[in-house]
């Protein structure tokens, strides 16, 4: 056998044999084993999710397919070819370093950061998520209503209308204020129709509103309004309307209008009925149910 074949060999009888024997010495060390398999799975698992895609998996399916041929080529005695594969994983190594120098540096500089909690699926709590998308609302609202650009942005909140995101263009994209002010941009496919906001997403565009049809709301309101106040009334959902007309910002709630508010007011409104109002009343429903368990 080649080299490798011996490193192999001399690996599984010091390193996993010896494990194995620990183990049935000791049972109590299984539960270690299983924790140290399963980071060891995670770890194989994350690198490759984060591989796939890059210019890394192809390289990485190269690299497996090297070594395999490297261990079948000491398996089959082939001694020559053996030790210039061999010789050759020795200095791909360090050439190896060399090519993935700045994504291994991005790799140890996210140790510090929070994109190292996305990289294992930690993200930020939902409150804290919600919160920085309705500020990215307000910015996009204001910046719509600068230029005077009509939109409508609907916030789901507890009843889901998913009847009302499926007529319309799904995108199932991160919350930002240059994508919403995009989304309305005049004369573009999307910008005819609502924007739906569901789950912490842009989930859909371009859906299409039930119209509230009241006598008693005001003649001069357009179909923006009226499609934000139907929304709001068949459902707990919150609307942020802008007039193409006026430029002016409006919410509509459980079936009334708030006409003409400013930026901070629209702040406040939002984070009060969807941030304040949802986790407070989770808050209060977890204490009860923890003094129940306690009684």
């Known amino acids: 056998m080649g080299n ?4 192999l060999e001399n690996f599984y009888n010091e390193n996993l044999l010896q494990y194995f024997r620990t183990l049935q010495e000791s049972p109590w060390k299984m539960i270690s084993f299983i924790i140290d398999v399963t980071i060891v799975v995670l770890i194989l ?7 796939k895609g890059s210019r890394a998996w192809q390289l990485i399916k ?54 190292l909690t996305k990289f294992f699926g930690i993200d930020k709590d939902v409150a804290t998520k919600t919160k920085e998308d309705i500020y990215k609302v307000v910015i996009a609202a204001s910046e719509l209503a600068k230029n005077k650009t009509g939109a409508l942005i609907v916030i789901e909140r507890d009843i889901e209308i998913k009847d009302i995101i499926q007529n319309g263009v799904l995108m199932d994209a991160e919350v930002s204020p240059q994508l919403l002010v995009n989304i309305f941009e005049p004369k573009t496919p999307l910008h005819d129709g609502a924007a739906i906001i569901s789950n912490n997403r842009i989930a859909a565009a371009a859906c299409v509103l039930p119209l509230a ?7 001069e309101l357009g179909t ?21 007309e ?15 508010v400013r930026e ?9 009925n969807i941030v304040t109002k949802r986790f407070a009343s989770e808050k209060k429903d977890k204490k009860k149910k923890e003094e129940k368990s306690n009684i």
Do not use: C
């Open 246 to 260: 006026t430029g002016k910002i409006s919410v509509a709630k459980d079936g009334t209008l708030i006409a003409d």
């Open 264 to 272: 901070d007011v629209l702040k406040k409104i939002l984070i009060s």
């Open 45 to 51: 698992y994350y690198a490759i999710k984060v591989a």
């Open 213 to 219: 049809d009241d006598k008693d709301i005001a003649k």
């Open 62 to 115: 190269g690299i497996t397919l090297f070594v395999l041929i490297t261990i079948l080529s000491g398996a089959l005695n082939l001694k020559i070819l053996n030790s210039i594969l061999s010789g050759i994983m020795n200095w791909g190594v360090i050439a190896l370093l060399i090519i993935f120098q700045p994504e291994l540096r991005r790799g140890l500089e996210q140790l510090g950061t929070n994109k």
């Open 224 to 244: 923006r309004h009226r499609a934000a106040i139907g929304i709001s009334k068949e459902s707990d959902s919150i609307v942020v309307v802008v007039s193409e």
């Open 4 to 7: 490798n074949s011996g490193w």
